[in-house]
């Protein structure tokens, strides 16, 4: 995928709300997924978020403790999901642009793996429930 296209996956705008409305509704959009918020910063705009899910794996763990013995060696138990959000005034509009990365940790902390998420229905369904969200706080439900 080119810059572009993940640019518009990535993002969305917003008209005829404000800026705070849109962040407080990106805040309970990501709770909602799951996702606990670690920063957020109206004057930047600026949201930061993680989810961690267990996944381990056990084929590595029982080759690993086979090997070397139990307690000893690393492998795959947790995937952790980052995301980094900006909200931007664009003129009459208000920008959003949502960033995932996904990562698999091991039982010591460490990193296997780290890649950015480009799946576009990943973004849609994320900016339906941020959509929901700035209904709700357009209503003041």
């Known amino acids: 995928m080119t810059q572009l296209q993940i640019r518009q996956i990535q993002t969305k705008e917003y008209d005829g709300i404000e800026e705070k409305v849109v962040i407080k509704a990106l805040i ?13 910063n ?8 993680a989810m961690e899910i267990r996944d381990e794996d056990k084929g590595t763990k029982s080759w690993v403790e086979f090997w070397y013995g139990p307690g000893i060696g690393t ?6 999901f980052e995301a980094s959000a900006t909200v931007q005034k664009q003129g009459a509009a208000v920008r959003v642009r949502i960033n995932i990365v996904a990562k698999a940790l091991t039982n010591a ?5 780290s890649q950015p998420v480009y799946d576009a229905k990943v ?13 709700l706080e357009k209503e003041k439900v």
């Open 28 to 40: 309970a959009a990501l709770q909602d997924e799951g996702f606990i918020i670690s920063a957020a």
């Open 42 to 49: 109206p004057d930047l705009g600026l949201v930061t978020a």
């Open 75 to 80: 492998y795959r138990t947790t995937k952790r």
């Open 109 to 113: 902390g460490g990193v296997v793996w």
């Open 123 to 135: 973004y849609q369904d994320l900016f339906s429930k941020v959509d929901k969200a700035v209904f």
